[in-house]
């Protein structure tokens, strides 16, 4: 018998054989339902919960990937933690660890993270609980966007409605964060949580090390935290039934689509399966944008066979990201659009690092200038040199992140380039924008 | 790996680097200045004759930004 079906065989709800295994077509799901729909949260002495050291190795056996956008292991991040919490002190005795569920999405193309609070508030409790026990954690934030309108109320309810179900075995305390892009980093995190200015460390030492209140500290999305709380359940096998062994994951589709939307995908469906899902293009399509701002730009007629998951979208120049994708219509120009973009992410930079507050504001306008100018060769020459000059040299992932989405650009649109260094810009520079920009009038989220 | 043998390479911390440009200065052989005076460090270990000079390269530097770790 499968673990699964141990654990249903033991009175559990029967797992979700098809997709959506995350978010409920309504919403939010009160506590009763939850547990109707999912089963008992599986802490280590119930009857058929996998155990404290069980659930680590079952979360590395799933081979489930961070989804806040960076796809780094779930479970060596939680083994990490565990281990330097397990370091013993100069009492000898055991340092408690911290969990940061990070609910705070500072994508601004995308809505996945606000969706599964708003739908499945306990799904990410439930996840927030179970790797706190598997990594000793003796207290727990769950971070949101002060802008995430009706979130935190949503889940203020939800962890009184389990307070009085005795859940919860460790205090969760709601934080809202404020600013932008990088606000949301895992080191910024940590450092609002500390009383700080809330902008990414140097590191090391990692939060995994020296975190929240100095102790080793799991920052996971909270998208990740749901897919623990049903790995917890129903075992690795089940999570890697789908996606080819990479399980599910939810992508936020925008731009020229006709359904925009949250979507939950078996992970390497080719992107035209996820198009039609969305109702196709709303106009003649030009290129997909992946992976958010730290991603990529892939040609439409290039894009439809593409698997969309991260090892798919990465061979085809592009990320998975947090999951988003963008259609942006013939329509519009892939240079305007990057050089709205880049000059978003040049204002988001925190201002600690040189060649990131130097860096970012001088490629941006060389784009701008490539985009709505009258740029040459020279300038085109500068934006290029700008991309080395810039990546890996910032304490987050800015620079890099921005370097990347740049430099695909000059690669996805380098005919477009010459048409614009050869006679200016084209007309369809004066078109609304089509990939979200905060705070900017064309702003379409 | 022992002490004598290992490998260490030069690592600027971002944050705390204010572009004094001092490791400009004592180390032209592996750090050199970007369009904004803030130090462009050569990838890969410090070769073992430089090791000395990259050790006063660190030791000077006013905001304690420029590291020298062992490579794991």
Redesign the interface.
């Known amino acids: 018998m499968s673990v699964a079906g141990a654990r249903a065989a033991a009175g559990q709800a029967l797992p979700p054989h098809r997709l959506p295994r995350l978010i409920p077509p309504e919403g939010p799901l009160a506590l009763a339902e939850h547990l109707e729909r999912y089963g008992p949260v599986p802490f280590s002495d119930a009857a058929a919960g996998p155990g404290r050291d069980t659930l680590i190795s079952e979360v590395e056996q799933s081979g489930l990937t961070g989804r806040g956008g960076a796809g780094f292991p779930a479970g060596r991040k939680m083994r990490a933690v565990a281990q330097a919490g397990r370091r013993a002190g100069p009492l000898r005795s055991q340092v408690g660890t911290v969990v940061i569920a990070n609910g705070a999405e500072s994508e601004p193309g995308s809505t996945k993270d606000r969706m599964l609070l708003a739908r499945a508030p306990h799904l990410v409790l439930d996840g927030i609980a179970l790797a706190a026990e598997a990594v000793g954690a003796t207290r727990a934030y769950l971070c949101l966007h002060e802008t995430s309108d009706g979130v935190d109320r949503i889940l203020s309810s939800a962890i009184s409605s389990r307070e009085r179900a005795g859940l919860n075995r460790l205090p969760i305390q709601v934080v809202m964060i404020g600013g932008g892009y990088v606000a949301s980093q895992e080191t910024s995190l940590v450092s609002f949580i500390n009383g700080g200015a809330g902008k990414p460390?140097?590191v090391p030492p990692r939060p995994s090390d020296k975190g929240a209140h100095g102790r080793p500290t799991l920052v996971q999305n909270v998208e990740t935290l749901a897919h623990l709380a049903l790995i917890a359940r129903y075992g690795p096998s089940w999570f890697r039934k789908v996606g080819g062994g990479a399980g599910s994951a939810l992508v936020t589709f925008g731009g020229a689509v006709h359904r925009p939307g949250v979507y939950e995908i078996a992970l390497g469906t080719p992107l035209s399966d996820l198009l039609r899902q969305a109702g196709g293009p709303t106009e003649a399509p030009q290129a997909i944008q992946a992976g958010g701002y730290f991603g990529g730009w892939i040609r439409y007629q290039d894009a439809l066979d593409v698997p969309v998951s991260d090892p798919g979208l990465r061979a085809a120049g592009a990320s998975l990201g947090p999951g988003i994708l963008v259609l942006v219509p013939a329509s519009a120009c892939g240079l305007a659009e990057t050089a709205r973009v880049v000059g978003y992410l040049a204002e988001q930079s925190a201002g600690?690092?040189?060649?990131?507050f130097?860096?970012l504001p001088a490629l941006a306008d060389a784009l701008w200038e490539l985009a709505y100018g009258r740029a040459d060769r020279d300038t085109l020459g500068w934006a290029t040199r700008l991309l080395s000059?810039i990546a890996r040299?910032?304490?987050c992932h800015l620079p890099d992140g921005t370097a990347a989405l740049a430099a695909s650009t000059l690669r996805v649109f380098a005919d477009e380039l010459g048409r614009h260094t050869a006679a200016g810009p084209c007309n369809r520079v004066r078109r609304p924008g089509v990939l979200p920009v905060p705070g900017h009038p064309d702003v379409r989220a | 790996m022992s002490r004598r043998t290992a490998r260490a390479s030069l690592r600027v911390n971002p944050i705390a680097c204010q572009a004094h440009g001092l490791c400009i200065e004592l180390l032209p052989e592996l750090v050199r200045a970007d369009p904004w005076g803030y130090p462009l460090i050569r990838q890969g270990p410090v070769p073992e004759e430089l090791l000395p000079l990259a050790r006063r390269a660190v030791a000077a530097c006013p905001t304690l930004a420029l590291l020298l770790a062992r490579d794991d």
């Open positions: 460390a140097f600690q690092c040189g060649p990131c130097n860096g000059l040299r910032g304490a």
